[in-house]
């Protein structure tokens, strides 16, 4: 089974995924009045369980809505010490280094995961496991703000697979790393 890490999300033109206090509301500021999923569900039916950091999981137990996810969610955290047992065979709680991390869940049969947090994302990158990256871009510039990147230890090429325009306004671009 071939094994993927991927990222689903959207930055400001400035590349950051949440604001100065860690607000995501202005994602959802260009109006969508058919609903548009964004392209969300058809990545999802592809993605067998989410590794998710504890800032991004905290936000998500925080929506006003129904668990979203039909797929387990591992959260990485170093603080937590038990997973809130409404989440209960929702969300398990993983820690240790990334390539551990990856290795035990592809063991319980979960090969292509979806990756999410700020934090999260870069310290995956610095790993160099992350094979596609799906960013859309919101037309807004926030100055300041939780940055999707950091510092690498080396420059980490990526092709472009695909880009498409939603709701008039956002471009998403799908890249995928290119691997020597
Ligand atoms: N724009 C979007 O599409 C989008 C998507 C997702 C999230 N967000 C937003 O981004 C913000 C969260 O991002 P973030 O970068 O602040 O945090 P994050 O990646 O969601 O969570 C960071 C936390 O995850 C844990 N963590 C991360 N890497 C770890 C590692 N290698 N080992 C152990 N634990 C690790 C740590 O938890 P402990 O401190 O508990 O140890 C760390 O504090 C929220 O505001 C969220 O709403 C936006």
Redesign the pocket.
Known sequence: MKKRNSV????SLDG????KN???DW?NDIPNPDKSDLGFNKFITKIDAII?????????CGFDIDWPYKIPVF??????KQILKDYKDKAYL?????KE?INKINEKGYYNLYI?????????LKEDVIDDLII?T?PIILGEG???FNVLNDKLDFELISSEVYINQLVQSHYRRKRA
């Open positions: 689903f999300i959207a930055t950051f995924i949440a604001d860690g607000k995501i994602l998710m950091g504890r800032k991004t999981f905290e936000t998500v959260v990485l955290s170093n603080s937590l993983v820690k240790g280094s990334i991390i999410d947090g700020g934090t999260t994302v870069q310290s995956f859309t919101i939780v940055p999707l």
